[in-house]
């Protein structure tokens, strides 16, 4: 299961054996940014944004965004929550959670009339239950719940630092 198509159908799939791969190839890292690149450009198709420096700028920022997220659940689940047999480094839990963007991908159909928004909202859902699992394999947990709470927390500090430097760059 080493090709990219493979490893983003596996990873949507929330199939666990794919996490693991990806966490232990560290050539993936490429792929890993190109998944969520793709993701990202997905969501501005289903959103409608046409404008080139509007998709450039949302590129960047979901980039920006995954990132810090990735740097507080590391030391949400390595620092305050880990498990007994955690161990993870920025690369690992970086690949995983690259990767649990796939889902995002149908996110490009949200033009579609009428389901579209639908479509959309539940590919944003199954993303962020796929980050759970992504985490949950990244940060070897041998609770989901201790995934759940690692990524919850990361969410709202996240929420936190993004709605902040947003009112205060306003």
Known sequence: MSTLANRI????????????????????????????????????????????????????????????????????????????????DFGQVFRTTGFSTSPGILRALGVIPGIGWFIFAGATVWMLISFVVAVRQALDYTSTARAVAVCLLGWIIHGVLFFGFVLTAF
């Open 9 to 88: 159908v596996g990873s949507a799939r929330l199939n666990s054996q794919s996490y693991e791969e990806v966490e232990s190839d560290p050539y993936a890292n490429l792929q890993a940014v190109g998944v969520v690149l793709f993701s990202s450009l997905a969501a501005a198709i289903g959103t409608g944004i046409r404008d080139t420096g509007s998709v450039v700028q949302l590129l960047i920022a979901a980039v920006v965004s995954w990132i810090v997220w990735v740097l507080l659940t590391l030391f949400i689940g390595v620092r305050l929550l880990p498990g007994n047999k955690t161990q993870a």
